[in-house]
């Protein structure tokens, strides 16, 4: 599993790219067609004629990472927004939030609701926390 660091972004290359390629192409390729720096440490993902070999780019601090992953029978299928003529790298879509316009993911709304209805903890007290935290949750906010 790659643990990405926050605000870390994963980029779809469209279409397809030689396999052959190591590091230094395909970090050439990143900085070629996106205009992004490959040691920005997010993830770059390339994928191969075939569909069943995929390649990751990814920069942990210490140095370039480069996995491979072949699949013995289907294929990696891009999400739809690719572009399969233009060669041209895309970043994925994010994910839908349960809540639609808002700032909280599904972890955050877990973790208030564990701590209202298992813990106990009123909401006031949540505001107060999250407060601490560096994060404004209003309480009328929690509540809705």
């Known amino acids: 599993m790659i643990a990405l660091p926050p605000g870390a972004r994963v980029w779809l290359a469209a279409g397809h790219i030689d396999m052959r390629r190591g590091f230094d192409r395909l970090a050439r390729q990143v900085q070629e067609v996106l205009r992004l720096d490959p040691f920005s440490g997010h993830l770059f993902v390339f994928r191969g004629r075939r569909c069943s070999l995929v390649k990751c780019l990814f920069w942990d601090t210490q140095g370039l990472v480069l996995y491979a992953k072949r699949l013995e029978r289907g294929r990696f299928v891009w999400p739809k927004l690719s572009c399969r003529s233009c060669k041209a790298i895309a970043q994925a879509p994010a994910l839908n939030l349960p809540i639609r316009r808002g700032p909280a993911g599904l972890g955050l709304l877990a973790r208030v609701l564990v ?24 309480r009328s906010t929690l509540a809705d």
């Open 115 to 138: 701590a209202r209805y298992a813990d106990h903890l009123p909401l006031y007290r949540q505001s107060g926390i999250y407060a601490r935290e560096g994060v404004a949750l209003d």
